[in-house]
């Protein structure tokens, strides 16, 4: 029996055989749970001696790209193997195993189903820390700015072009609109003769 990780909580368990390459292992226990899919053989525990199982795969369901059904088109009890493939991405490389189980549909729905969930928890979990990693350096520009003194600058408002005194003006250039004393014979804003 595997040791389950905080939270990982059993769903399927077969007695099976597993086929990596051309190696096979019989005689082990095929256990699906909701984060891994984990084959081990052995192990037991007697009155003065025990032993530990091997472990021949202990796959993250995460890892898990393609999950396959193969069987016979003829049945024939003792000789046909039913198989569920499983291919994962693992370390950069693919890999894929053969566990010949009883009945591969039902652990096909399974390991789908279980895959899938095990995908949006994890992408919960890497938006969760996107969003507390954002909140983290929010904090960090705060305390920094605090500590560095900088003061909120405010806006400034626009400042408008001089124009005299409203007791000086008495027409406006005809080129660009500036407010001219009554003497003015050219403009001061462009120069235009009045």
């Known amino acids: 029996m595997p040791i389950f990780d905080s939270g990982e909580m059993e769903i399927r368990t077969e007695r099976a055989k597993l086929i990596i390459g051309k190696q096979e292992y019989g005689g082990g226990t095929l256990f699906l749970t ?40 003829i049945n024939i009890p003792f000789f046909s193997k039913k198989v569920v493939i499983i291919e994962y991405i693992e370390g950069g490389g693919r890999g894929s195993v053969q566990l010949v189980v009883d009945d591969p549909i ?47 600058v405010a806006p400034q408002q626009p400042q408008m072009a001089s124009v005299p005194a409203p007791s000086n003006v008495a027409k406006f250039c005809s080129h660009c609109g500036k407010g001219l004393a009554v003497d003015a014979k050219f403009c001061s804003g462009c120069g235009d003769p009045q």
């Open 34 to 73: 909701n984060q891994r899919l984990m084959y081990e053989v052995g192990g037991s525990r007697g009155l003065l001696k025990a032993s530990a199982p091997h472990t021949y795969l202990d796959q993250r369901l995460e890892g898990v790209s393609n999950i396959t059904v193969g069987m016979p088109l």
């Open 106 to 152: 039902a652990w096909e729905v399974e390991v789908k189903r279980a895959v899938v969930n095990a995908k949006n928890v994890q992408r919960q979990s890497m938006s969760q820390r996107d969003v507390e990693l954002h909140q983290r350096n929010v904090e960090v520009a705060k305390a920094s700015a605090m500590n560095l003194n900088f003061a909120q």
